[in-house]
């Protein structure tokens, strides 16, 4: 086997596990019952297999952490690869293409190569840590944030650990947010702001461990776009939560929402 780069690593990882949540659409599909409103389902499982096959293949002495089959590995690791095989599971039990396959790795507290699969449309964002690119039919293209759609997405997913003090939802309510900006309520979608497609995103929560957004973030950090906690701070700091926004006008706009 060809000894792949990190990066180049992460995107194969995640084009496996997006090549199996392809495959098993439209098919009948078992659930896995995890928590109130949280479920798993055969293309949970067999996605996050496939991309544990190609890490375990070319990295044997990495730490994993999957979603769905937890740490394996050293847990002293330095090197430990994050797995989130579908996010938008609900999406995809009901049919709806609106998902993202995501792969990362953090050696220590940084995040060096990340990959954001979307299955359908044959791209996988990806970065190398420095540069962030998407790739569809085998060509790569540099990302490029902009704020110019005025599409934000918000988060309205639990945890919400800082309510009642902060409430993403009550931005939708905001007349000055209305004025400015147009709301898409999604969940799997952080890379769209990296990539031009979003204007920002929004949520609460801790996510320094997230296997959710480790990617994305780390692709919109590579992109350029401003990266922090929901009162302006660096990411994973304090309150914890994350305004990603394409720009400094954007994130300032929202920082000054949020704080009212």
């Not at 086997?1 to 949540?21: C, Q, S, T």
């Not at 430990?80 to 999406?91: E, K």
């Not at 929901?230 to 914890?240: D, E, L, N, R, S």
């Amino acid at each position: 086997m060809v000894d792949l780069g990190d990066a180049e690593l992460a995107l194969a990882a995640a084009r496996a596990g997006g090549a199996v949540v392809r495959d098993l659409y439209r098919e009948p599909l078992a659930r896995f019952e995890k928590s109130a409103g949280d479920f798993a389902t055969t293309a949970d499982l067999e996605a996050e297999k496939a991309i544990l096959e190609v890490i375990r293949t070319a990295r044997p002495d990495d730490a994993v952490v999957g979603e769905e089959s937890g740490l394996t590995g050293a847990g002293e690791a330095e090197r430990r690869w994050m797995v989130d095989p579908l996010c938008g599971t609900l999406n995809y039990a009901v049919r709806n293409m609106l998902v993202a396959v995501n792969v990362a790795l953090r050696v220590g507290d940084t995040v060096t190569a990340a990959a954001s699969a979307d299955p359908f449309n044959d791209e996988v964002f990806w970065t190398d840590g420095r540069r962030a690119y998407v790739r569809c039919g085998g060509e790569d293209e540099e990302l490029a944030p902009s704020a110019e759609s005025s599409l934000v997405d918000v988060n309205l997913d639990p945890p919400f650990p800082n309510a009642p003090e902060f409430r993403a939802v009550r931005l939708l309510a905001d007349e000055r947010f209305v004025e400015r900006f147009r709301p898409r309520v999604v969940s799997s979608t952080v890379a769209w702001v990296a990539a031009g497609r979003r204007a920002a995103y929004v949520t609460d929560g801790h996510l320094r461990d997230s296997v959710h957004f480790a990617s994305g973030i780390a692709l919109c950090q590579a992109a350029g776009c401003v990266v922090t906690g929901i009162h302006g701070q660096p990411v994973h700091t304090g309150a914890g939560g994350l305004i990603v926004a394409a720009d400094q006008e954007t994130h300032a706009a929202l920082l000054e929402m949020i704080a009212a």
